[in-house]
T-cell receptor, first 118, second 113 residues
Framework: DQQVKQNSPSLSVQEGRISILNCDYT??????FLWYKKYPAEGPTFLIS?????DKNEDGRFTVFLNKSAKHLSLHIVPSQPGDSAVYFC?????????????????FGQGTILTVHP | NAGVTQTPKFQVLKTGQSMTLQCAQD?????MYWYRQDPGMGLRLIYY???????DKGEVPNGYNVSRLNKREFSLRLESAAPSQTSVYFC????????????FGPGTRLTVL
């Protein structure tokens, strides 16, 4: 039972354009969401996060949007750069300690390979 | 400041052999985690240690054991390796449990023949 899904295995974008990576979740107890970026032969690195009390969070070129009613989040990268080419994982957690087995732990999606062409 | 370090980087085992993956962090973090990454599956939590002296099972604990040796170190042991344990293993740490920004090590690529 995949509670966090990234349905696009890959995405190809031209340099300077917008990249939009999508993520869906099923567990209504999730209240904190993160995006991680991973280069080959390295561990994932934290990129940006959002709490369920917000619907948008920005950090430079990166913006995460959360639609709680649709159980959907997306990561926008504007403008995209070749150095953004990597695997992007979304992850979800529950910060409420009444949140059951998802409390405090990250559940990851399958990842989306982003390629930004010069 | 090395962050999270893992040894070894690569390992090949035969079915039935045992080995221990080592992980250490120098950020004075309380919580540590072990994940495996398989194609098309994302990262799945094997075991975690919310604080020194405690360990708990994650999503896929079967075939593994862990030891939180001290605040810095968290090891993962495969007692009798199986081909299904061929994977990339990542260790991570966070300032405290439920503080969700986790810092990851570079990974160990394990092949079981």
């Amino acid at each position: 039972d995949q509670q966090v899904k990234q349905n696009s295995p890959s995405l190809s974008v031209q340099e300077g354009r917008i990249s939009i990576l999508n993520c869906d979740y099923t567990n209504s107890m999730f209240d904190y969401f993160l995006w991680y970026k991973k280069y080959p032969a390295e561990g994932p690195t934290f990129l940006i996060s959002i709490s369920s009390i917000k619907d948008k969070n920005e950090d430079g070129r990166f913006t995460v949007f959360l639609n709680k009613s649709a159980k959907h989040l997306s990561l926008h990268i504007v403008p995209s750069q070749p150095g953004d080419s990597a695997v992007y994982f979304c992850a979800a957690s529950t910060l409420n300690n009444a949140g059951g087995t998802s409390y405090g732990k990250l559940t990851f999606g399958q990842g989306t390979i982003l390629t930004v062409h010069p | 400041n090395a962050g999270v370090t893992q040894t070894p980087k690569f390992q090949v085992l035969k079915t039935g052999q045992s080995m221990t993956l080592q992980c250490a962090q120098d950020m004075n973090h309380n919580s540590m985690y072990w994940y495996r990454q398989d194609p098309g599956m994302g990262l799945r939590l094997i075991y975690y240690s919310a604080s020194e002296g405690t360990t708990d099972k994650g999503e896929v604990p079967n075939g593994y054991n862990v030891s939180r040796l001290n605040k810095r170190e968290f090891s993962l042991r495969l007692e009798s390796a199986a081909p299904s344990q061929t994977s990339v293993y990542f260790c991570a740490s966070s300032e405290r449990f439920s503080y969700n920004e986790q810092f990851f090590g570079p990974g160990t690529r394990l092949t079981v023949l």
